[in-house]
């Protein structure tokens, strides 16, 4: 039991971060130097990277894919629960056998951890050179090179304006389909059990204009998918007034009113037929019908909602400071099920054993799984992190023992859940967007539904990045198997 308990923890650690552990590919545009990072976190820490990468290649490094060759190693780091933590420390260590035989090499801890422990990082581990949080990237180029001149050097300012709006990333294991695109950055709930507010700051939403003229830019070099990324998308809110006024006024084409998530979705969405726009995360308290009626009118707007519930107990909910309850999430649920049909795909973050919750509350959370009947969910037993609302107010006080069976209970369901939701597509007709070949065989590609489900075919007539609509014929909890009907039909 003990075994399969662990191997439960580490599936669902790294289903939860798409973005576990991403590396640079190797870059050659002729700059003298070569920097490597390695990502951790979410999405939006994987995106911050590219950022990064974007700010040194201005400052001439190329990036590599082996650090044993790097002049410069950037760890983007994750604080969200304390295995991430572990995880960076270690590999830390692994740097530290490189740095012996190349002692010039700098290394820096960027993201979420070097945020949440500042200069303390650079006492606990001795081989770090540069501490850099969320909003400093800017001054990386200063640090890396005071760095390179014995002097060590931490930034971890957290800003109310920085969204690195004029900074074009630097794709990073891209497959030239899909990417990510940032609208927003920091958080201002304050969920008794997150450290992000922290770590991240305070929320602020970018130029609508800047984000589509992103959009366009990736279509235009072939790019048929986006992902608009936000602690908690649904109050992205930019206006003039808002957001620096001087700066816009001098822009041709400035918006002069307010734009909310909805109306950037449609801006987004207008690009062209052709690009599909994903989001992510939707915040339960926030997210409006005017959001559901504008994902209908747009067939290019994924039919798919990242809506994490974290408990289906009123009481656990309230203490975890969600700001809903389950009648208000079941509310939201049900709207999306009248606007957009049965067929949207909805998925769920959950965490058991937080501070207090029972056995009874412990069944709520399953019995709303049963009700909502998620397509998936990214799930986790709860881990305490210093600073936090419940840290400060709240015991740890369920057994960790006890954490670990609630949470192998959510995952089982969630299993069935899964394969009853798949089951569901057998039969239908669906447009997938291929996306790679198949992990398991070359004779096979890999693509995504709307509904974000993975969905296998056989080798074609068609190539990565195109459009193919095809029969459901077989599926797994986790897996759709297709046949093809027509590659790249008439859209829009
Ligand atoms: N902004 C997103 C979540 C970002 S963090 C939202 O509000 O939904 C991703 C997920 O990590 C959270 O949804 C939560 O389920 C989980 N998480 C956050 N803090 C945690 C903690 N202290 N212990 C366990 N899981 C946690
Ligand atoms: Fe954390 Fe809550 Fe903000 Fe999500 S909405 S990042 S869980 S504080
Ligand atoms: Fe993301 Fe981890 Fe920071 S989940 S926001 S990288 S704490």
Partial sequence: ?????????????????????????DENTGKTKKLYI???GCAMNFSDSEIVASIMKEN???????FNQADVIFLNTCSIREKAEQTVRKRLSDFNRAKKSRPDMTIGVLGCMAERLKDKLLEEEKIVDVVVGPDAYRDLPNLVSAAEDGNKGVNTFLSREETYADIAPVRL????????ISIMRGCDNMCSFCVVPFTRGRERSRDPHSIVAEAQDLFDKGYKEVTLLGQNVDSYKWSPEENNKARLEKKEGAVSTVVNFANLLEMVAQVSPLLRIRFSTSHPKDITDEVLYTMKKYDNICKYIHLPVQSGNSRVLELMNRTYDREWYLDRVRAIRDILGDECGISSDMITG???ETEEEHQDTLSIMDIVQY??????FYSERPGTLAAKKFEDDIPLEIKKRRLAEVITKQSELSHARNKMDLGKEQLILVEGISK???QEYRGRNSANKVVIIPAGDYKIGDYVLVKIIDCTPATLFGEIITVNPAIG
Avoid at 173 to 180: I, L, P
């Fill in 354 to 356: 937080f501070c207090t």
């Fill in 38 to 40: 390695e990502s951790y």
């Fill in 1 to 25: 039991m003990d075994n399969l308990i662990k191997d439960i923890d580490i599936i669902s650690a790294e289903e939860a971060q798409a973005c576990d552990f991403k590396t640079t590919a």
């Fill in 375 to 380: 397509d998936f969910s990214y799930m986790f």
């Fill in 60 to 66: 001439g490094f190329d990036t590599t894919s082996d």
């Fill in 173 to 180: 294991n891209s497959n030239g389909v899909t990417a990510f």
């Fill in 440 to 442: 398991k065989s070359d």
